[in-house]
């Protein structure tokens, strides 16, 4: 039996921490954190990541935006999920299930990774109807190649094997998960890394995240986007080693409204990197000068 983020503990100083509230809705118990005042904005992170991925960006949107930010199901504090909700339509429905529990409408959706094509699903099963989406380095289709062969049966494995999440988690040390996001291409705060430290090495999380990936079907995303009526700022990290950032003109050509946004010079993490940067995208994606 894996074991799980306590937010007494491992919670204690977590950023935002004042914003933080535990809801139950869709069968779930979520952590989500909701700061500010103004129009509703959502905001989801990607796949092995958690609120704390929006720690900065957060603050700066409140001051103009009801900011809703939530632990996907399975991540961080966010309580364990079946694999349903492990899906791609599973996380779509139940966060459509969490803001009806909030009662809140949002005006705009801003997405990393996965998250963004979490958010591009429940526009098209009208979920709910923001008025845009903006994705940061948006996961909207499979990984090709052999590499694709590999990772699926890999991951669905793994899910399913507790003594490999156990190993996995023991493994993430400072210097290891540092690696790994150097990796993606970004270099974020020490902060960051010893936040990504206690998720990797706690046994939970990385069930939650290899169940995730295990679950993630992204082959009918791009008739998601194909029909998807809002439109789709796709932020690009030049550097970005994780999504390629010629993804982004392949997602842009495939939706009716999709316009690129490039960060020069940051990785996957681009959000963690220059949160000002993001949050003033975020806050105006279609202002002069960003394009």
């Not at 809705?25 to 952590?31: D, I, Q, V």
């Not at 632990?71 to 009806?100: C, E, I, R, Y």
């Not at 995240?209 to 679950?215: N, Q």
């Not at 998601?224 to 030049?238: F, H």
């Amino acid at each position: 039996m894996a074991t799980y983020l306590d937010w007494r503990t491992d919670g204690a100083d977590w950023p935002n921490r004042e914003a933080s509230r535990f809801v139950t809705a869709a069968g779930l118990t979520w952590h989500v954190q909701v700061m500010g005042q103004g129009p509703a904005l959502l905001l989801l992170h990607g796949t092995g990541a958690s609120t704390h991925s929006w720690r900065d960006v957060m603050p700066r949107l409140a001051v103009h935006f009801t900011v809703i930010a939530p632990d996907l199901p399975g991540h961080a504090f966010t309580n364990p999920a079946g694999k349903q909700s492990l899906s791609l339509p599973g996380m779509a429905a139940a966060v459509a299930l969490l803001l009806l529990e909030l009662k809140l409408d949002p005006v705009r959706a801003a997405g990393h990774s996965a998250g963004a094509a979490i958010l591009v699903r429940m526009a098209v099963e009208r979920l709910f109807a923001p008025a845009d989406i903006v994705s940061f380095n948006g996961a909207f289709f499979p990984v090709s190649g052999v590499a694709g062969q590999f990772f699926s049966p890999l991951a669905k494995a793994v899910a399913g094997a507790s003594l490999l999440q156990r190993m996995f988690a023991r493994m993430a040390d400072k210097k290891a998960v540092d690696r790994l996001l150097r990796d993606t291409g970004s270099v974020i705060s020490e902060e960051g890394v010893l936040l990504y430290q206690r998720l990797f090495s706690n046994e939970g999380h990385v069930a939650g995240t290899l169940g995730m990936m295990a679950a993630w079907d992204l082959h009918w995303v791009s008739q998601d986007l194909r029909n998807l009526g809002a439109p789709l700022y796709l932020v690009r990290a030049l550097k970005d080693r994780t999504i390629q950032p010629a993804d982004a003109v392949k997602a842009a050509k495939l939706t009716p409204k999709g316009i690129i946004i490039d960060m020069p010079g940051l990785g996957h993490l681009a959000h963690e990197e220059d949160p000002a940067a993001a949050a003033a995208i975020i806050a105006a994606p279609d202002a002069a000068g960003l394009r």
